[in-house]
């Protein structure tokens, strides 16, 4: 067992995970905890101790080595970000918004999330996917296949994968009563570029750009705004720039969704460099 631990949740969730194989294993060292989380006893020490916090990368890392999937792994991820004072850009919202990069946004264990990783997101990361998840969470929505069809433009067969898929990614579930969204929000906690989200980001885009082109009513026009705008920055301007997006993007969604919702729409924000360095 060890001792004069301090309080913070990294800590004391390692140390439960090492009392837990020491239990099994009475043989079981420190030094082969370390290793098999791929650090130094030294380092081990500090990190149980709480005189040392994790980095992000080495988080992602540790979660890995102790096998940590879905929730398990993102609250680990969280906390460590948290505890280290690393902010997560806009939370790595999924629901509404899917963040790509870190930020300079503060976070807080959030315990109303269900956190995915890159790879399960891979079955889900398209813009239908998770517009099919916030109609099933909307109140005044009606959520048979044939509705869903004709709010997003998708054939029976379409809607039908589209909700296997979110099922077994355990986001919806089947009641005797219909379908049930399990949590209001989805995190997928990341530290640089994937593939999937940069698949999703594109079909965003795509839609965006499909909706501009073929709805060009009056009435479609009122129902979107797109806006841009060029502009010379200072480079050191960029990290508040994007904690302001993150938390703009966040009040602006919960205001969005207070009271009734009968409607899904995406928000999409993009800071990006024009001029190479």
């Known amino acids: 067992m060890m001792a004069n631990i301090d309080s913070s949740w990294v800590s004391k969730f390692l140390k439960r995970f090492f009392d837990g194989k020491l239990k099994k294993n009475p043989r079981y060292s420190l030094r082969a905890f370390a290793r098999d989380l791929g650090v130094s006893p030294s380092y081990l020490t500090h990190l149980l101790r709480g005189s040392r916090k994790l980095s992000l990368e080495k988080a992602e890392v540790i979660a890995d080595r102790l096998g940590l ?118 995190a997928i906690p990341t530290i640089n570029s994937r593939r999937p989200i940069r698949q999703f980001h594109r079909s965003v885009v795509g839609h965006a750009l499909a909706v501009m082109e073929t709805e060009l009513a009056d009435s479609d026009f009122q129902r979107r705004i797109v806006l841009s705008s060029t502009v010379a920055v200072n480079p050191d301007s960029i990290e508040v720039a994007k904690s302001r997006i993150g938390q703009f993007v966040g009040e602006l969604t919960q205001s969005l969704s207070a009271g009734p919702c009968s409607e899904v729409y995406m928000v999409s924000i993009q800071l990006v460099p024009l001029s190479k360095r």
Do not use: N, Y
């Open 69 to 186: 999937r879905g929730e398990g792994r993102g609250r680990f991820i969280r906390h460590a970000a948290a505890e280290s004072g690393v902010r997560l850009g806009a939370r790595k919202v999924l629901d509404p918004l899917l963040s790509e990069s870190i930020g300079r946004r503060d976070i807080s264990p959030l315990s109303d999330f269900q956190s995915l990783t890159v790879e399960e997101f891979q079955s889900i990361c398209d813009w239908q996917s998770l517009a099919v998840l916030e109609w099933m969470g909307c109140s005044e929505t009606e959520k048979d296949i044939a509705s869903i069809g004709r709010a997003f433009s998708m054939s029976q067969t379409e809607v039908i994968d589209t909700l296997s898929r979110l099922k077994e990614l355990k986001l919806l579930v089947e009641t005797p009563r219909g379908w049930t969204k399990r949590s209001m929000k989805l």
